[in-house]
């Protein structure tokens, strides 16, 4: 009866078959080594793509007793994705499975869900590679609602002594309307004229902090103008620089992977980057979908990284019928809800979904309102699209991580599991860098995000990446490798 179970539950599906005359205890350890054997090789350049599985009858809830393939065809593929069978589809199956495996006692309730080593994860910055992201876009799928980033143009915020100033609102004005904008730990802003409403040719921009007020007038003709606002006055920054740090996090079925990951995301902040110079705050919120019962959870910002990773410890996959996700309503939360404080020297936020978000809910504001209303609050939109993410997801993703001057990553082919599909294969270019994105594990990519912001409070504020010609465009040794 066990072995006819084990080959049941695991046999089609991505664990493994042969469990026979194996013992319950040694269940754990059995899949994941299993697992690995069979993934595909994700190195760089060039990944093999994932031999489809034969289509299993789906578990998860909202979907149970469906087939896997007759849920609709993936996605057209598109720059920065993959072919192959839904990665959704497969991730559900395997958390699914899991789950089985317990109620049938193939795995003890106490038993660990099978190791992952790490959700291995590349990166694009569309700011620093702006041209040919604004290519991307214009040739992407139809039908989605864009932010209109033409004519990007950069304010610069520094003190007397070229330092770049935080947290500084600049309000920028014309004939026809006028808009605002507070600077990142960069001491920038980015300004999209078109997408803001300003139409004029000429604008003024007035920077208002440290106790002093500076305008400049910046063209909107041509595209990478730097409007420099030097204020009379020295910067003061607090000893301890505090840096907020949140999470919007879909919890539904298919995300086991990127919610462990998330948790262990946090442990390493907690290890790594609270220092007596170094105040790091972390929030999250959890969406899920309307007809889940609860759509949204907020977890409020907390200085104490070891409490607050207790708290988060419980989330666990769950819910989600249909692909789109309820997005918005995380998004919503996040600004609204999260107390995010004034003097923070960066204040950034992760989205981490695998599904688009709802575009056809009418009762709610969409992504482009949330990456507005973050820009106008210093708020940087870090974005992950987890494996199995569609083109109208990437199209979102990545227009809220580049209109906020974040990044968008993505799981690798691969990268969460033996049948992750994947964001993209990264290809190998100057040695240690690629083309247009960066790989590594996804909590590496994420620290290493807080990291730039603490060193750009300290970095030239006009020399910025993509400015003017594609940092992909310039020789290995021009390149401005961190966009910050």
Request: aromatic share 4%; glycine share 10%; charged share 25%.
């Amino acid at each position: 009866m066990r072995t006819m179970m084990c080959q049941v539950l695991l046999g089609a599906s991505l664990l493994t078959a042969g469990c026979a005359n194996k013992s319950a205890d040694d269940a754990p350890r059995r899949l994941s080594q299993d697992s690995a054997d069979k993934a595909p090789s994700a190195g760089v350049g060039g990944a093999s793509t994932p031999t489809a599985p034969a289509p299993t009858m789906a578990l998860d809830e909202g979907k149970a007793g469906k087939p896997a393939e007759s849920r609709g065809a993936p996605a057209a593929p598109m720059a920065g994705s993959a072919t192959g069978w839904g990665a959704k589809d497969a991730k559900r199956d395997r958390s699914a499975a899991i789950e089985t495996a317990r109620s049938a006692g193939v795995l003890g309730a106490s038993d660990p869900e099978p190791a992952r080593s790490g959700v291995a994860a590349g990166e694009w910055d569309d700011n620093a590679n702006y041209r040919d992201y604004t290519k991307w876009l214009a040739q992407s799928a139809g039908g989605i609602a864009r932010l209109d980033t033409r004519d990007r143009e950069f304010l610069v915020v520094a003190d007397r002594d070229g330092k770049p100033v935080p947290n500084c609102k600049i309000t920028i004005s014309g004939q026809h309307g006028s808009a605002s904008l507070v600077t990142m730990a960069s001491g920038r802003a980015l300004l999209f004229p078109h997408a803001l409403g300003l139409a004029d040719e000429t604008l003024t921009a007035t920077a208002s902090c440290l106790q002093a007020r500076t305008s400049a007038q910046i063209s909107t003709k041509t595209a990478d103008n730097v409007a420099k606002l030097e204020l009379p006055t020295a910067r003061a920054l607090p000893a301890k620089r505090t840096i907020e740090l949140a999470f919007v996090l879909d919890t539904t079925g298919s995300m086991s992977e990127e919610i462990e990951a998330v948790k262990g995301t946090i442990r390493t902040v907690a290890a790594k980057l609270s220092t007596s110079q170094t105040d790091v705050r972390i929030g999250l919120v959890e969406y899920k979908d309307r007809g889940d019962g609860q759509v949204t959870r907020t977890f409020q910002f907390s200085s104490d990284l070891a409490q607050f990773g207790k708290s988060v410890d419980g989330l666990y996959a769950s819910g989600g019928g249909d692909m789109p996700e309820d997005m918005q309503a995380g998004l919503s939360d996040a600004l609204d809800k999260l107390a995010w404080r004034e003097d923070s020297v960066a204040r950034m936020m992760v989205v981490i979904a695998d599904a688009p978000p709802h575009l056809d809910y009418q009762d709610e504001k969409d992504y482009a309102d949330a990456a507005r209303r973050a820009a106008a609050r210093g708020i940087k939109l870090f974005t992950v699209s987890a494996s199995g993410m569609d083109s109208t997801g990437q199209i979102v993703m990545r227009q809220m991580a580049q209109f906020t001057g974040a990044s968008n990553m993505f799981v690798l082919r691969g990268g969460a599991g033996p049948q992750s599909v994947g964001g993209g294969d990264p290809k190998s270019s100057c040695g240690g860098t690629h083309q247009q994105y960066s790989s590594g594990n996804l909590d590496q990519l994420i620290i290493g995000k807080v990291r730039q912001e603490l060193l750009s409070l300290d970095a030239d504020p006009t020399r910025i990446a993509g400015r003017g010609q594609d940092e992909s465009a310039k020789p290995c040794d021009q390149r401005i490798v961190l966009a910050i």
